[in-house]
């Protein structure tokens, strides 16, 4: 993780690999704060909706507007997906 941050901040990494388009640097603070799918606790095969569960929970419990989550699975699959929570 740590050198996937590295990359995504880095102007040299950027032009070798994406046009000269950085990411930039990541919020630490914002930064899986809670922990990831395995921290949280799920039978096997839940990640996805355990994931997506505690993001919509903290979304409203923190009043946030957007979360972002994204997990790996096996032979270099993934998948990725914004939530946005809605004033009620």
């Not at 000269?20 to 990831?36: A, F, I, P, S, Y």
């Not at 419990?61 to 790996?72: D, S, T, V, W, Y």
Request: charged share 25%; with cysteine; hydrophobic share 35%.
């Amino acid at each position: 993780i740590l050198s996937n941050l590295t990359a995504m901040d880095s102007q040299k990494f950027a032009n070798e690999k994406f046009n000269g388009k950085r990411v930039g640097k990541v919020d630490m603070d914002k930064l899986n704060t809670k922990g990831g799918s395995l921290s949280l606790g799920h039978p096997f095969g839940a990640t996805g909706s355990r994931l997506v569960t505690t993001a919509a929970r903290r979304l409203q419990q923190e009043q946030e507007r957007f979360a972002l989550i994204a997990a790996c699975a096996d032979g270099g699959t993934g998948h990725a997906c914004i939530l946005e929570r809605y004033d009620n």
